[in-house]
């Protein structure tokens, strides 16, 4: 949505209008049970369902679905390696020591007793 409303402001001039300088005369809670109030409300409600209604046209909702799948993929990925793990691994080796073809390497363990 952050990316529909950036399109549809450049895109429509209703969408960079301000708010009327005395909504919070006639809007929020402390307003909203005043019979007296009730057209301002009605017409700022209206102007307000009207630009939602208009907002959804500017949705790219194939980009939306990518990123969304691109988030999901990252978060399904296990975490990075510590410092100490990295060094477990082959990444973390120092120095590499390659044999010869022909030569065999024989390793005696201890049996527990």
């Keep these: 949505m952050p ?12 969408f960079r209008r301000g708010l009327p ?3 919070k005369m006639y809007m929020g809670i402390s ?8 057209q301002e409300r009605e017409m700022f409600t209206s102007n307000i369902v009207g630009l939602m209604q208009n907002l959804i046209a500017y949705a790219d909702v194939d980009k939306a679905c990518d990123e ?8 399904s ?22 044999f010869k ?11 527990k007793t």
């Design 3 to 14: 990316r529909a409303l950036e399109t549809a402001i450049k895109e429509n001039v209703e």
């Design 21 to 23: 300088t005395d909504y």
């Design 31 to 38: 307003n909203s049970d005043r019979e007296d109030l009730v």
């Design 68 to 75: 969304i799948a691109t988030a999901d993929l990252h978060c």
């Design 77 to 98: 990925l296990p975490p990075p390696l510590s410092k100490d793990e990295i060094a477990r691994t082959v990444k973390g080796l120092k120095k590499l020591n390659f």
């Design 101 to 111: 073809s022909r030569t065999r390497r024989l390793a005696f363990m201890k049996q």
